[in-house]
């Protein structure tokens, strides 16, 4: 091999060692655990992606989860696998049925649920194609109903127990609402917000309805914060960041695309269990030091951050607005107030 070859390979061994470094920063790191024994914890999407590797750290952390998920029998796969995974840990995961395309079914869900927790409303759906979907005698566009409003109604569902545990144990619950990045490019006003909820059949965009679905996560965790907090629950939101999941999975018009993405998303993007450990951590946020009722509750990294969307640059029709989508989505949902 000439000195020449050896010139034209530099790039080549360059880039191996920058994405190996990448890869390298993105294996999680041991760190301490939130104590979560005797805590009883509901994951909602916990059957693979972030999801998963919240069922496995609450569990290594001690408490006792409930992986909420649509398809048991992949749920009772995954549980094995991490039940196994930690053969040397006596590890306590149930797995329950949760459809949250269906307020039958989370109503179904919550009657068999007490003295819960923490609640991580974690479960979220890209869908490609603009899809209305009956529940309860309501249409709801499919994202909406999987990324916001069923994560609403199974919280508003699960409220009492929440606030009675924390009563009993004289501790604080957690809901923990996960967010987005992308809510940025969400375009939610006063004048707009009681149309979204069914979409736009002629002019659909998934990733519009994503951004959407998850501003209204943080408006309603701003609300939702305001009245908790004197009944000793914690609600906040957070974004985990970009993180290698399976999220985007039906929308690649082409299967290859899977394939081709693959190695990119798995050295450039967190991973699900990193994402996970830094959500998990909040639910050691207790007031008045990690919770001030004027701050926005919107966390990266343990960190309160300020959400990017233009709507939250004035703090007083931020919290109009917040308000505004929270009776009407109780309205929609009756609810009541």
């Not at 039906?250 to 998303?265: C, E």
Request: aromatic content about 8%; overall charge positive; glycine content about 6%.
């Amino acid at each position: 091999m000439t000195d020449d070859d050896n010139d034209s390979l530099y790039p080549y061994y360059f880039g191996a060692v920058g994405a190996l470094s990448l890869y390298w920063l993105t294996i999680p790191r041991e760190q301490k655990l939130p104590d979560l024994t005797g805590k009883r914890v509901i994951i909602t999407g916990a059957s693979s992606g972030i999801g998963k590797g919240l069922t496995e750290i609450c569990a290594i952390a001690g408490g006792h989860v409930i992986m909420a998920v649509r398809d048991t029998e992949l749920g009772r796969r995954e549980k094995d696998i991490i039940i196994n995974k930690y053969r040397n840990k006596k590890l306590s995961i149930d797995v329950e049925e949760l459809d949250l395309q269906s307020l039958e079914s989370i109503d179904k869900f919550a009657s068999t649920q007490s003295n819960v927790d923490v609640l991580i409303n974690n479960a979220g759906i890209l869908q490609p194609k603009y899809t209305l979907h009956a529940t309860k005698s309501h249409l709801f566009e499919s994202t909406m109903l999987t990324n916001y409003v069923g994560p609403f109604y199974l919280t508003m569902r699960l409220l009492p127990s929440m606030i009675n545990s924390a009563k009993l144990k004289n501790s604080y619950s957690h809901i923990i609402n996960v967010s987005s990045k992308l809510e940025k490019n969400a375009n939610i006003t006063m004048s707009n917000f009681k149309t979204i909820f069914n979409g736009k059949s002629d002019s659909y965009s998934c990733w519009d309805a994503y951004a959407e679905s998850k501003l209204l996560n943080i408006m309603f965790t701003i609300e939702l914060q305001k009245r908790l907090l004197h009944n000793k629950v914690i609600a906040v939101a957070v974004t985990p960041g970009l993180v290698n999941t399976s999220l985007d999975r039906h929308v690649h018009s082409h299967p290859l695309m899977r394939y081709v993405t693959y190695p990119f998303k798995r050295i450039f993007l967190k991973s699900p269990e990193t994402s996970a450990l830094a959500i998990v951590n909040l639910t050691a946020l207790t007031p008045p030091g990690d919770v001030d009722s004027k701050v926005i509750p919107y966390y990266s990294n343990m960190k309160a951050i300020q959400p990017a969307n233009k709507v939250f640059e004035d703090n007083r029709e931020t919290e109009r607005l917040a308000q505004e989508i929270f009776n009407h989505t109780m309205d929609r949902l009756g609810l009541g107030r």
